[in-house]
């Protein structure tokens, strides 16, 4: 079982959470070009090792929070909720 801490609601089983994958950065509508905007909406960069997430609590208080995990054994070092600093909340899977 894969425990994932939420910000909020404390450490819940993965099966209550949908990811939403890693973290890019947006880029800005007035100057971006087809192919930035392309790149930003279907390619990720998918890499063995951490990586910064974005996490949807659908089972319980339905808010969004980022994590740092490592994807070759799932260990989530820690998890923040949104524009606030990480708070170190890690759990090992």
């Not at 894969?2 to 959470?17: A, K, M, S």
């Not at 390619?43 to 974005?54: I, T, W, Y």
Request: a positive charge.
């Amino acid at each position: 079982m894969i425990v994932l801490p939420c910000p909020w609601c404390g450490p819940r089983n993965v099966t209550e959470f949908h990811s939403l994958g890693e973290v890019v950065d947006r880029p800005d509508p007035r100057t971006a070009t087809r192919s930035e905007w392309r790149t930003y909406l279907y390619l990720r960069n998918n890499p063995a090792g951490r990586v910064h997430e974005r996490w949807f609590h659908r089972a319980g208080c339905r808010r969004f929070f980022d994590a740092e995990r490592d994807t070759r054994d799932n260990t989530v070092f820690s998890t923040w909720r949104l524009g606030r600093e990480e708070t170190g909340t890690g759990v090992e899977a």
